[in-house]
């Protein structure tokens, strides 16, 4: 694994989907770095990455309430475990569950195992809400993938904040998770 800045010089045989993250980012002048890897679909695979890509590592999970109305994305640090009874309170909804492998599919145009913030410019008709962990944004870049599992990508927070995310007409609710050992 090496790490590159900006986008890969020969795209042949990659997704359009990943692409189009590319394209967004260099239109929104953007830096971010790169590492194209074996699929990453594991929190173990993804430490190994970001070891090399240098940043926090982030859980992304796609969640919705139990009448598959609400759905939310969301970005915690690798290491914090996910209870529903912590973030339900704190968002004033439901209990929450993973949501199915289609909903990913239609709102955020990824599949399980690649799930990503970039899906969020997918999310046209904003059908999924962004929630972070305060830890994620107090640190100073992010990790997430292109929305294909096979590349990651290193983003400064405050970019993927007052940039991405207001050029993807989404913004976060912000929430406090308990650490794992709480």
Known sequence: MEL????PADTHGRLEKEIRVYDLLDKLNIEYFRIDHSAADTMEVCREIDKTLGT???KNLFLCTRTKTDFYLLMLPGDKAFKTKDITKQLGCSRLSFADAD???KFLNIKPGA???MGLMNDTENNVQLVID???IESDTVGCHPCVNTSSLRLKTVDLLNVILPAVN???IIVDLPDAQQ
């Open 170 to 172: 989404h913004s976060p």
């Open 4 to 7: 590159k800045k900006g986008r």
């Open 103 to 105: 909903y990913m599919e």
């Open 115 to 117: 799930v990503s913030v």
């Open 134 to 136: 305060r830890q994620v």
């Open 56 to 58: 926090l590592i982030c």
